[in-house]
Every structure is written in C-alpha cells, then in structure tokens.
C-alpha cells in the first residue's frame, strides 16, 4: 500500500514556475507508475503527467508538454511536477496519483492512491 502527500502549490503569476512534490509511503514505491492530475470545481479530473515505475517513460497531455517536467527519485520515495512558463488555465487542484502496476494510464479512473492535492493559483 502506498500514501501520497502532496506539496509546493500555491499562488503565482502568469510565466512563473511552481515545483509540486509527492512523498510516499510505503515499500512499493519503485513498482508503482506515478501520475499528476488536476481538477476545476464541475470538472472532470484530468491527467497532467505520467511516469512509469521506472521513470524509464513519460507522458503529458496537450495543454502541458513543453512547460511542465514529471520525475521521480525512487531513493527518496518522491515525484515531482516542475511546472513552468504558468498560465492561469493551469489553476486548478493538483492531484498526485499511483497506479498498482508500473505503466501509466491516462484514466483517473485506473489509478489506486491519491494525496490530499495542492491548490494551485496562476493570476493574470
């Protein structure tokens, strides 16, 4: 079983940056695929960022690639989300998720732990 704590949200301006972190718990950190997903209020949750168990893959929807970096050190039993060049459609809450097995998947709905989420803010 693995616990998520989300951290590193908060307010910032359009073009600026914010690095999110998530610590594990747990002794199968290293076999479980990672994502980041936000949500709106009235909206569906929707992928941000994925990456294999590994870190050997990545994935980013549209409306991030280029702007924002997954990674994980295993060591640590941490995955972070270095997000830059922040528009203020990236508001939302951010949700840091784990899957059971190493691949990534794009569905919220296949994911099995989630942290608490960071709120974050970009103003214009």
């Known amino acids: 079983q693995v616990q998520l704590v989300e951290s590193g949200g908060g307010l910032v301006q359009a073009g600026g940056s914010l690095r999110l972190s998530c610590v594990a718990s747990?002794?199968?950190?290293?076999?479980?695929?990672m994502g980041w997903f936000r949500q709106v209020p009235g909206k569906e949750r929707d992928i941000v960022a994925g990456?294999?168990?590994?870190?050997?893959?990545?994935y980013y929807s549209d409306s991030v690639t280029g702007r924002f970096t997954i990674s994980r050190d295993n060591a640590k039993n941490t995955v972070y989300l270095q997000m830059n060049s922040l528009k203020p459609e990236d508001t939302a809450v951010y949700y840091c998720?784990?899957?059971?097995?190493?691949?990534?998947?794009?569905?919220?709905?296949?994911?099995?732990?989630w942290g608490q989420g960071t709120q974050v803010t970009v103003s214009s």
């Open positions: 990456i294999t168990w590994n870190g050997g893959s990545t």
């Open positions: 998720a784990g899957r059971t097995v190493g691949r990534i998947s794009r569905s919220s709905y296949e994911y099995d732990y």
């Open positions: 747990g002794r199968t950190f290293s076999s479980v695929a």
